[in-house]
């Protein structure tokens, strides 16, 4: 197989800049001088745009197909969204410039915040964590110094459902908390008297998801909301699962004091192989003066004040006080993100909850017709996988256990999720939550049509109707045949070994 | 306090955004108008059904105060009239940088990196359908690994400073068995205040304490001082330093603080064109912002932070790794691998919280460094580095304006002392349609009277003259 490593042209070759008008040779001392060159590669234009564009080709977006990924919300992202962030009005702004040359930068941050205090029902909004742990982190920072702010410093742990995402455990364990994990009850949601018996006054906060990555709404959370007070900890809502929720209920009304949000997930910007994200925080007010700073504010414009973006208002960055716990990152967040997501919000707007309404719709019908095959379907079934919670409704994600597939023929989850990708699909998040066995979860989200989950679902229950052997070697048509991932761990060949020439 | 939202009945800031009709997001939900039909398949009747899980107590009864949904056409008007309402670097000679460069981006670079498969993927969690992103990181880490001089580079960090601090945490875990003050980190005093403000946030929970190290007069670090960093776990500085300096001390500073201490340094990835990789001179981890390569400034983010390191830290360090396997048929292919390091395995023994990275920017990066090629990087290097003493010498011919650290190496930025505050002479440049650079009293008091001016590959004799006339016409105005 290439790599771009194998474009060896002559020396110098390569992108063409023009030459520097300024001359100045001895400007770098000898002993600061790199010795010899990187061991990049020489290529033209026409080379790399067809590198790129066949590695493109050997890469599965939503783009590509349909992207059951759960706990993703691996939605459309519109185009105009892209369009927008290449105007030179972001794409060429610099995070330092004086805020009366960022008026509509400030004007877009100052409505993301509202917005997202208002769906949220929080007082205050930080735009400026770049990813939901980032977030997580903050928001459990801001937390930590509420409670050394009152003296409580012995609040030391914090509680999480098992039913958690890693993040969760792995921030608050950055801030320097011991974790108490709490085990879920037997039907999936949280367990109230596993949370009585750990809440105390050594509580700092608890951080829970709802809908849970269960999929379930957490009928309990206001009663959960109360023990946690009552023993004088914090409430932290991972806002992973926000797309399922908003307009129908939200984390100020469930009780919760922190909340962080996905723009990557809930708001379409768009998740790259990985990145970039962002994770704004949404806080009550008695947390409010502990956010990174800055954040966007406004006044009214006083006469003779440039006109800004018109609507009487001079926007500027805010310094959050003494109490800030500081920067988190060292700008204020993916301005870039914050844009597309503003961009995305706006073709709602008030009918956001529309969005919500149709990746819950979704959610149930995909899981109804996987569940419910027609019985001429059934009888070539080997075995049905088992609902990973029995509950009649599920919100935006729901989940399946492959166990009983595993017990009659040995297929396990991973082979199913292998096998569904040579149908053309990206797999179901593979073994997580780690609390259903041989566990798939689904999140359709509200982009796709009911053509698509039909689909989906026939193409689902004929992968549980081949034989086994099929499954356990597949995929079989994707570019390469599944990856052996113990060699690679025992190999570590982490980079490209270079070129003699170099 | 922050202003509340308790008074957020209504949305006041629909000023902003231009009239609509009709329902605009029909484009983006497909299945708008058979919500009967796929209700009555599982045995509902109402949409509110599917919500009767939330109880009541905690259920939204109203709807929400926010502006009616607006078409594609209508969003595109608003964003560039209010985004139009900024003023971008290129509409003026800008000489402000302070860690984020106005570059040019060849044109391919965003063209191919928002092809829809790379854009819209998640995490190459299964790799045989992700060879190609993930083939791209592969050859990424190895560029960037290139570029520093250390075996091993990540997929990238946040940015710059979480990068810094992440490596600081790391270098702990690693070398705390070692080192005599386990704890103890020494960092450059010259770290500017907002990546020192996020050092703090990452390390105060485990423990570290932060010292600073101090700079002698001219920008240099006080060699002096830094024997006291021996037996810490980790030094952190920055090469070149946060006001562009080159410090020739750096190249002997890890004979001086000894193995047991791992030496940490930030660099300007541009640079390295030209000088010495801290891999070459003995880092133990090389950290930086990577957004010269790949993305214009774009706000200040999403932009991408470099991390590499020595084999001693792989199994200790944060983020995703790719390596190189074969498939069950022996073919070469590409996969994530060490994850047991993070946290969706390891959770809060987790090495790193991080779970979304950069990699769509760090694509962006690896597309501009395979354009660029070896020769390319040390020309626009080399093109920055000139620019940088051209601009230098015109600004310090002008009377009352000296450098604040003369006599040493610089790349890219500088400081100089104005003969009166430097907040009024921006707002005085900024009159006569020039971005005269950065404020260094926003991050030191005692240099309020200190411009720190940035110089990249577009800057022009013009743009120079401009600078210099806007410059004299204030620096003259207040004698």
New interface residues.
């Given amino acids: 197989m290439s790599t771009v490593f194998d474009f060896k042209g002559a020396s110098g070759s390569g992108w063409s800049q023009p030459d520097s008008s300024f001359q100045n040779p001895d400007a770098i001392p000898e002993s600061l001088r790199r010795k010899s060159l990187p061991g990049w590669p020489r290529a033209s234009e026409p080379e790399l745009v067809r590198h790129y564009t066949l590695l493109s080709q050997k890469t599965f977006g939503i783009d590509t197909g349909f992207y059951p990924l759960g706990s993703c919300t691996m939605k459309h992202n519109p185009r105009v969204n892209e369009r927008i962030v290449q105007l030179p009005g972001i794409d060429r702004i610099h995070p330092l410039q004086d805020s009366s040359q960022v008026q509509g930068l400030l004007a877009i941050y100052y409505e993301m915040q509202e917005m997202l205090a208002i769906c949220s029902g929080m007082d205050a909004v930080t735009l400026q964590p770049v990813a939901g742990a980032q977030g997580e982190f903050t928001a459990i920072r801001c937390i930590q110094e509420y409670h050394r702010s009152r003296g409580d410093d012995h609040r030391d742990k914090v509680i999480v459902p098992d039913s958690a995402h890693g993040t969760n455990p792995a921030s608050a364990s950055m801030c320097g908390y011991q974790i108490i994990e709490i085990p879920s009850a037997s039907d999936g949601r949280l367990d109230i008297d596993a949370l009585r018996a750990a809440v105390g006054d050594d509580t700092a906060a608890m951080m829970i998801t709802n809908p849970s990555t269960m999929g379930l709404f957490e009928t309990n959370i206001a009663e959960a909301s109360r023990i946690v007070h009552e023993a004088g900890g914090q409430m932290y809502y991972d806002g992973a699962n926000f797309n399922a929720i908003i307009g129908k209920t939200d984390p100020g009304r469930m009780g919760f004091d922190a909340v962080h949000y996905n723009l990557h997930k809930t708001f379409s910007q768009p998740h790259g192989g990985g990145g970039p994200g962002s994770g704004p925080i949404g806080v009550k007010e008695h947390l409010s003066e502990f956010l990174p700073t800055p954040i966007a504010s406004r006044r009214e414009s006083q006469e003779g004040e440039p006109n800004g973006v018109g609507d009487g208002f001079y926007y500027f960055w805010q310094d959050v006080g003494d109490k800030s716990i500081g920067k988190v990152q060292q700008w204020n967040g993916n301005a870039g993100a914050v844009v597309r997501a503003w961009a995305f919000y706006r073709r709602y707007g008030r009918d956001l909850e529309r969005m919500s309404e149709h990746a819950v719709l979704n959610s149930n019908y995909l899981r109804h017709k996987i569940m419910n095959p027609e019985p001429d379907v059934a009888a070539k079934i080997n075995c049905m996988p088992s609902e990973g919670s029995e509950a009649d409704l599920v919100m935006h994600e729901f989940t399946l256990s492959m166990s009983p597939v595993k017990e009659v023929n040995g297929v396990t989850g991973k082979d199913v999720a292998k096998r569904l990708l040579d149908y053309g699909y990206m797999s179901p998040t593979l073994y997580f939550p780690q609390i259903v066995p041989e566990c798939l979860m689904i999140e359709p989200t509200e982009t796709e049509s009911k053509e698509v989950l039909d689909k989906f679902a026939a193409d689902f229950h004929a992968v549980l109707s081949e034989d086994p052997e099929i499954l356990t070697t597949a995929p079989h048509t994707t570019p390469v045949k599944r990856v052996d991932e113990v060699w690679a761990a025992r190999n570590l060949i982490l980079r490209h070994p270079g070129n003699d020439e170099d | 306090?922050?202003?509340?939202?308790?008074s957020?009945e209504t949305?006041e800031?629909l000023?902003?955004?231009s009239g609509?009709t009709g329902?605009?997001?029909v484009d983006?939900?497909?299945?708008?108008g058979?919500?009967s039909?796929?209700?009555s398949?599982?045995g509902?009747s109402s949409?509110s059904d599917?919500?009767?899980?939330?109880?009541e107590?905690?259920?939204?009864e109203d709807?929400?105060?926010?502006?009616?949904?607006?078409?594609?056409e209508?969003?595109?008007e608003?964003?560039?009239?209010?985004?139009?309402?900024?003023?971008?670097?290129?509409?003026r000679p800008?000489f402000?940088?302070?860690?984020?460069a106005?570059n040019f981006v060849?044109t391919?670079v965003?063209m191919?990196?928002?092809?829809?498969?790379?854009?819209?993927?998640?995490?190459?969690?299964?790799?045989?359908?992700?060879?190609?992103?993930l083939?791209?990181?592969?050859?990424f880490?190895?560029?960037v690994?290139?570029?520093v001089g250390l075996?091993?580079?990540n997929?990238?960090m946040?940015?710059?400073?979480?990068a810094a601090a992440e490596a600081i945490?790391c270098a702990v875990r690693v070398k705390s068995k070692k080192a005599t003050n386990p704890n103890s980190v020494f960092v450059s005093g010259l770290v500017p205040p907002?990546?020192l403000?996020?050092i703090?946030?990452?390390t105060?929970?485990?423990?570290i304490e932060l010292h600073i190290l101090p700079h002698n007069d001219d920008g240099s670090l006080d060699m002096e001082t830094v024997s006291s960093a021996a037996g810490s776990s980790a030094v952190y500085v920055e090469q070149p330093n946060s006001l562009g300096i080159?410090d020739?001390g750096l190249?002997g500073l890890k004979e001086i603080i000894g193995d047991s201490t791992a030496l940490i340094v930030g660099v300007d990835a541009v640079s390295?064109?030209?000088?010495?990789?801290p891999g070459?001179w003995g880092a133990d981890i090389v950290v930086g912002e990577g957004q010269p390569f790949g993305i214009?400034?774009?706000?200040?983010?999403?932009i991408?932070g470099i991390f590499a390191c020595t084999k001693e830290f792989?199994r200790l360090m944060p983020g995703?790794?790719?390596?190189?396997?074969?498939?069950?048929?022996g073919?070469?292919?590409?996969?994530l691998?060490?994850s047991t390091r993070?946290?969706?395995?390891?959770?809060?023994?987790?090495t790193?919280?991080?779970?979304?990275?950069?990699?769509?920017?760090a694509?962006m990066g690896?597309?501009h460094?395979?354009?660029?090629?070896?020769?390319?990087?040390?020309?626009?290097a080399?093109?920055i580095?000139?620019?940088?003493?051209?601009v230098m010498e015109a600004v310090t011919n002008i009377p009352g304006v000296e450098l604040v650290n003369p006599g040493g190496?610089?790349?890219r930025e500088f400081a100089i002392r104005l003969p009166g505050p430097a907040k009024d002479a921006?707002?005085s440049m900024?009159e006569a349609g020039v971005?005269g650079g950065?404020d260094l009293g926003?991050w030191w008091e005692d240099m309020s009277d200190c411009l720190l001016i940035g110089c990249d590959?577009g800057i022009?004799?013009p743009d120079i003259s401009s600078l210099v006339d806007a410059l004299k016409a204030w620096s003259g105005g207040i004698k």
């Fill in positions: 306090m922050i202003e509340g939202a308790a957020r949305i800031f000023l902003t955004c609509v329902e605009p997001m983006q939900i497909p299945n708008l058979r919500e039909e796929m209700l398949e599982i509902l949409m599917l919500f009767s899980n939330i109880p107590g905690v259920r939204r709807s929400l105060p926010l502006p009616p949904p607006q078409s594609e209508q969003i595109l608003d964003a560039r009239r209010l985004l139009g309402a900024n003023v971008d670097l290129d509409s800008s402000l940088s302070a860690g984020l106005r060849p391919m965003p191919l990196a928002t092809r829809g498969e790379f854009l819209t993927s998640y995490t190459p969690y299964q790799p045989e359908v992700s060879q190609g992103m083939q791209a990181m592969w050859e880490q190895t560029m690994s290139e570029l075996p091993i580079s997929v990238s946040y940015d710059a400073s979480t945490t907002h990546r403000s996020v703090r946030n990452y105060q929970g485990v423990g080159l020739e190249i390295l064109g030209l000088v010495q990789p070459h214009g400034p774009t706000g200040g983010g999403p991408y792989l995703r790794v790719v390596g190189q396997s074969i498939d069950t048929e073919k070469t292919a590409y996969t691998t060490l993070e946290q969706h395995i390891r959770r809060h023994r987790a790193s919280n991080i779970c979304s990275n950069e990699t769509l920017i694509l690896a597309m460094m395979s354009l660029l090629g070896p020769e390319g990087l040390e020309k626009l080399t093109r580095s000139s620019s940088t003493y051209a190496a610089f790349f921006l707002s900024d971005l950065f926003n590959e022009t004799e």
